[in-house]
């Protein structure tokens, strides 16, 4: 036999024995599974529970894009505040996610108890295994274990908002992107935060249309038809005079009486909602 031909077959006989053995191990490591699917009563049960239990997920992946003018607006963007906006915007359809969302995840928190009472049952130890796949119990139990985890149901109950910014410049030669993802707990709190929005503004509104002509008349009669800061009347003085609510409705105020005063137009300007 040439000399030459002897190493590059003997590399080929070492390659084809590589791949028979990973070959072997490949089958041997699918019987072993195979063995454990079909003799675990654990795998059993949980297969069961999978099959008793409707799950009906929740995918709800929301994407708010915005291009925006300038770098500058997009070093600055403010993430939450046009998060909580898309989320007063849209604060029915949320909501209801956001309810099915909670009931979906008890239902599957449900299921997660159940799994887990049936993982930590005890096992009777007196049961022997197969010694061709596992030499003892405790490695029967590595690969029931995994396999347990393996083919319990996953909770893919989620309910997302991704904020999406880019920026390209005039020419063209720039371009900046980035996001903010809210996740479920996220959007949970958004919501919440939102609610609080809406009731705020809601209460304003109410506050507002308190606000009637008999009562600015009974505030400015009060106060002599004067600022109660400068004194400047509008007979003497020509000034246009304006109710205010001395604590602002932004801050808690009420439109009574006692939280009402008369102020020039300066005045109220220079105020403002201190």
């Known amino acids: 036999m040439n000399i030459e031909l002897i190493f590059p077959i003997l590399l080929l006989i070492i390659v084809v024995i590589y791949i028979f053995l990973s070959l072997i191990i490949e089958l041997y ?3 072993r599974i195979d063995y454990v699917m079909k003799s675990s009563k654990k795998i059993k049960k949980i297969v069961d529970l999978n099959n008793e239990i409707d799950f009906d997920f929740i995918v709800e992946e ?3 894009k915005e291009r925006l003018n300038s770098k500058t607006q997009f070093d600055n963007y403010d993430y939450y505040k046009h998060a909580l906006n898309y989320v007063d915007e849209n604060y029915d359809i949320i909501r209801k ?10 239902i599957f928190f449900d299921y997660y108890k159940q799994y887990k ?9 007196t049961i022997e295994c197969n ?10 139990e590595l690969y029931e274990n995994a396999l347990c985890e393996k083919v319990r149901t996953k909770n893919i109950n989620k309910v997302n908002l991704t904020i999406m910014i880019d920026y390209r410049s005039n020419m063209g030669r720039n371009y900046y992107s980035d996001f903010r993802y809210y996740n479920s707990d996220d959007m949970v709190e958004l919501l919440e935060d939102a609610r609080v929005v809406r009731k705020n503004k809601e209460r304003a509104s109410y506050q507002r249309s308190l606000m009637s002509m008999s009562l600015r008349y009974d505030v400015l009669k009060r106060d002599n038809y004067k600022c109660c800061i400068c004194g400047a009347s509008a007979r003497m003085d020509g000034v246009k005079l304006e109710v205010d609510h001395i604590k602002p409705i932004s801050k ?13 137009m300066d005045c109220n300007r220079g105020k403002s909602n201190k």
């Open 62 to 64: 929301m994407t708010f």
């Open 131 to 140: 010694r061709f796949y596992f030499r003892n119990i405790e490695k029967y």
């Open 97 to 106: 996610y956001i309810k099915v969302l909670d009931d979906r995840n008890n």
């Open 252 to 264: 808690g105020g009420k439109t009574v009486l006692n939280n009402l005063q008369t102020l020039c």
């Open 117 to 125: 009472k049936i993982m930590n049952s005890k096992r009777n130890k």
């Open 29 to 31: 490591k699918k019987a």
